[in-house]
Nanobody
Framework: QLQVVESGGGLVQPGGSLKLSCAVSGFTLDDYAIGWFRQAPGKEREGVSCISSGGTWTNYQQSDRFTISRDNAKNTVYLQMWRLKPEDTAVYSC????????WGRGTQVTVSS
């Protein structure tokens, strides 16, 4: 069964950091680009970052607070988030082909004091 599963979300205080994981199963990660997206309450989904199969990455948020990486041996892509702000609160999802393929269900990130 082909699956994409996110984990690592939770409640964090403003200024804190969090590392999300996107684990794939049923297929090999090596040949796939993976994108991270987020959707805040009442807002449209937006791209956060995407990493190609070769490791080239793009940050859609124009911010150095997000770092995407991949470990093909673990079939996992990560999103490291730094200096989190309340406006980063959202459901974070990952998808193959940077959004054009298989999606996970997401993991909730809440930034609040």
């Amino acid at each position: 069964q082909l699956q994409v599963v996110e984990s690592g979300g939770g409640l964090v205080q403003p200024g804190g950091s969090l590392k999300l994981s996107c684990a794939v199963s049923g297929f090999t990660l090596d040949d796939y680009a993976i994108g991270w997206f987020r959707q805040a309450p009442g807002k449209e989904r937006e791209g956060v970052s995407c990493i190609s199969s070769g490791g080239t990455w793009t940050n859609y948020q124009q911010s150095d607070r997000f770092t995407i990486s991949r470990d093909n041996a673990k079939n996992t892509v990560y999103l490291q988030m730094w200096r989190l702000k309340p406006e980063d609160t959202a459901v974070y999802s990952c998808a193959t082909d940077c959004g054009g393929g298989l999606w996970g269900r997401g993991t909730q990130v809440t930034v609040s004091s």
